[in-house]
């Protein structure tokens, strides 16, 4: 495991108006089992737990933020997440993902449509880069 700076880029397009959002942070990015890991802490204080394995992503966040994502290039996937009004399910269509792990460099790309209920809410990209 190393520790690594950096920067978390989101962007969400919504029929009327888009939202960003982008911080820099410390990380620990490692390998084990196969699968490359990547531990942080988003700007609210929730911890995030990203795990990219065989093509698939899966992003736990807990603490103020507490949901469960899961991403695979070209399928629509099931998440839940813990909203104020309750428990969602939502689906993430993701039509593009894209990482690179090497000794001194890691970077990740997702974009991916959200739905719930198969009602399209937004377009979005979750982006992180190493930046140390």
């Known amino acids: 495991m190393k520790h690594a700076q950096i920067q978390v880029k989101t962007t ?3 029929s009327n108006h888009s939202d960003k959002d982008m911080f820099k942070t ?3 990015i ?6 490359i890991y ?8 929730s911890d995030v737990n990203l ?3 065989d093509g698939v992503i899966t992003v736990k966040f807990t603490g103020a933020t507490k949901a469960n994502w899961l991403f695979e290039n070209g399928k629509k996937t099931s998440s839940t997440s813990h909203t104020p009004q309750g428990q969602m399910i939502f689906e993430a269509d993701t039509s593009n993902l894209e990482f690179e792990c090497m000794e001194d ?4 790309k997702i974009c991916y449509a959200l739905y719930t209920h198969n009602k399209k809410l937004s377009e979005n990209t979750f982006e992180i880069l190493q930046v140390d």
Do not use: I, M, N, P
């Open 12 to 14: 969400q397009k919504y």
């Open 26 to 28: 410390d990380a620990t």
């Open 30 to 35: 490692g390998e084990k089992e196969g699968a």
């Open 38 to 45: 990547v531990l942080y802490k988003q700007a609210d204080g």
């Open 51 to 53: 795990k990219l394995k």
């Open 105 to 108: 460099h890691f970077s990740l």
